[in-house]
């Protein structure tokens, strides 16, 4: 069985920066890309950043130059650096990962349970 667990979320005033983390653990054979989304209230969920299993990084422009996205393979761990933080940054933030499980064949998009992140004065 695997599972993604996020931590670092909160509450945090405009202009402000918070640190996410999503650590991987379980059954895992190897870990493709890894990504963050999010999703506001009344709004469909986007993707905010993914990184692949090389290093390879991409970010909604609404991010770009504010957020970062990195990860520690040895640790099955993804972060997202927030900085500069907006009110419309305010949402749900979900880790995904594309994981190979040790007991089955092919990969499986997993995500975790969420985590709020508001930005408010």
């Known amino acids: 069985q695997v599972q993604l667990v996020e931590s670092g979320g909160g509450l945090v005033q405009p202009g402000g920066s918070l640190r996410l983390s999503c650590a991987a653990s379980?059954?895992?054979?190897?870990?493709?890309?890894m990504a963050w989304y999010r999703q506001a209230p009344g709004r469909q969920r986007e993707l905010v950043a993914g990184i692949t299993s090389g290093g390879s990084t991409n970010y909604a422009n609404s991010v770009m130059g504010r957020f970062t996205i990195s990860r520690d393979s040895a640790k099955n761990t993804v972060y997202l650096q927030m900085n500069s933080l907006k009110p419309e940054d305010t949402a749900v933030y979900y880790c995904?990962?594309?994981?190979?499980?040790?007991?089955?064949?092919?990969?499986?998009?997993?995500w975790g349970q969420g985590t709020q992140v508001t930005v408010s004065s």
């Open positions: 995904n990962a594309n994981i190979v499980p040790i007991t089955q064949y092919g990969s499986y998009a997993f």
């Open positions: 379980g059954s895992i054979k190897s870990i493709n890309a």
